[in-house]
């Protein structure tokens, strides 16, 4: 990741922990409360997308598409300010993990194939 997609999450973070410290919710942000409301809302991602066939954008109109930015952003809040909570630096967990998922689904391997890397031989 470069250094200017760096600055933008640090960026966001500190945005996050003035909207939270200004309205004195620290005590309510725990881990554990964060990683449910995490959940709350990555859930209320998926209603705008119940019943399409397939969620691409012609299928959402211009309000179901607005619903799923917010909610986007909702689960983003959360995410960093659990990051933010826990001493985790994003970044670098999503670099690691990469790496991880690389070593789990080589390209030559998997290409094409949506099975989870437990099912291959």
Do not use: C
């Not at 399409?52 to 960093?80: C, M, P, Q, W």
């Not at 690389?102 to 890397?117: F, I, Q, S, T």
Request: net charge negative.
């Amino acid at each position: 990741m470069n250094e200017h997609a760096v600055d933008i999450l640090t960026e966001l973070r500190d945005l996050v922990r003035e909207f939270v410290r200004e309205r004195d919710w620290e005590k309510f942000h725990t881990p554990k409360n964060l990683a449910v409301s995490l959940s709350v809302e990555a859930a209320e991602l998926l209603e705008p997308f119940q019943w399409l066939a397939t969620g691409e954008n012609g299928e959402l109109s211009a309000a179901k598409l607005d619903h799923v930015r917010h909610e986007a952003a909702d689960v983003f809040i959360y995410l960093i300010g659990l990051a933010d909570r826990l001493d985790i630096d994003l970044s670098s967990a999503v670099r690691e993990k990469i790496a991880m998922n690389r070593a789990k689904y080589p390209a030559e391997k998997v290409r094409g194939d949506a099975r989870k890397y437990t099912d291959y031989d």
